[in-house]
């Protein structure tokens, strides 16, 4: 009897022995300890700085503040998982809590990132756009107005027109040279009326242009002086634009991005103005439009990021998600992956066999 209860003793000497062993081995910092908190302070570091860019629309100075503890709460939970890993725990309720933080920091990191990338191509695409709504506006405009020849023939002196203007004042060749005599010439024959020669005041060619341009239009038109004025606006407004809109798109990143609201509000402006003026002058019944507002002041907040991200979906819209996700997730998948629980059946076989050290008397 008593050599049995000294067996017994024995074996739970040895199992706690172990089961402190393994303790202490949990409170070690081994190598793979090392690469873990090396890992996770490099891509929570990241995401901290996202997340205070991505939450500065929202939360303004105070967002560095909610970053900071975000990102604080995200390492502390790394290694209580990292703990409940070696001991053999479930880890699902820290997880799952993991998730629930994390997900405040894939939102605002998706804004920041998805903001630096694309923040140049969403101010291209608008600039390009309204190139085209102001081509589309003065075509709309002329196709109303009372002109004197058939439609096809006056769609193409306007065409000669426009290229005799451009013509007349091209800085390497200013003036009515051979090539604008060319067109004159042209426009003649479709007219079968006479064009003056003009002749530029104090050398400026681009009054020279309009003036030239503005007499064909009387040759062409039966319009009031209202809608003569309207057609040249946005014959002029047209040209200007495009000219505008082509500079900027050749500047740097950069500059491109510091630039382009400026302009975009500015073009939006003259847009609507033109518009809204072809209504009175030509009447609602005749000609459709409803202004329009950029969406480019909502660059930088997160309601925009995703929804420009999900209607324009693609490889960069990938690229930025698959970041965001690897930013704040993939730490927790390599802790799961590289720890394994070091007292592994210790715990479980104290527990079931539920060894007392007292005999029965």
């Known amino acids: 009897m008593w050599d049995l209860l000294q067996k017994k003793e024995y074996k739970v000497l040895t199992v706690i022995k172990n089961n402190i062993k393994i303790n202490n081995m949990s409170k070690k910092i081994t190598p793979t300890d090392l690469f873990l908190g090396v890992l996770a302070l490099l891509l929570i570091s990241v995401s901290f700085y996202q997340t205070w860019l991505g939450l500065q629309q929202i939360f303004g100075p105070a967002s560095f503040i909610i970053a900071l503890v975000l990102s604080l709460l995200l390492l502390f939970l790394c290694w209580l998982i990292r703990n409940a890993k070696l001991e053999g725990k479930s880890t699902s309720s820290l997880v799952w809590i993991y998730i629930f933080i994390a997900m405040f920091c894939f939102v605002a990191n998706f804004n920041a990132l998805y903001t630096r990338f694309m923040k140049t191509d969403i101010y291209t695409n608008e600039l390009r756009d309204i190139n085209e709504k102001f081509n589309r506006l003065e075509s709309d405009i002329e196709s109303k107005l009372n002109y004197k020849y058939n439609k096809e023939t006056a769609q193409n002196i306007e065409i000669k027109k426009k290229q005799m203007m451009e013509q007349i004042k091209d800085p390497g060749n200013k003036g009515i040279g051979i090539r604008a005599q060319s067109l004159i010439r042209d426009i003649e024959k479709l007219t079968g009326q006479k064009v003056d020669i003009l002749t530029p005041v104090s050398n400026d060619y681009e009054d020279l242009s309009a003036r030239m341009g503005a007499q064909i239009d009387n040759m062409i038109s039966d319009l009031s002086p209202d809608e003569r004025d309207l057609k040249s606006d946005i014959n002029n407004a047209v040209l200007k634009w495009n000219k505008k809109i082509q500079d900027i798109l050749l500047l740097s990143k950069k500059e491109k991005d510091d630039l382009s609201q400026g302009l975009i509000d500015e073009s939006f402006t003259e847009y609507n103005k033109l518009g809204n003026r072809a209504l009175v002058v030509i009447g609602e019944d005749k000609i459709k439009f409803e202004p329009t507002l950029s969406k480019t002041h909502e660059v930088g907040k997160i309601g925009f990021a995703f929804n420009h991200a999900i209607i324009n979906f693609g490889i960069y819209q990938l690229v930025v998600l698959v970041g965001c996700i690897f930013l704040d997730f ?8 590289v720890i ?9 076989e104290f527990k079931k066999k539920g060894i007392t050290i007292i005999p029965k008397n």
Do not use: A, D
């Open 330 to 337: 993939i730490i927790v998948i390599v802790i799961h992956l």
């Open 340 to 348: 394994t629980p070091e007292n592994k059946g210790q715990y479980y």
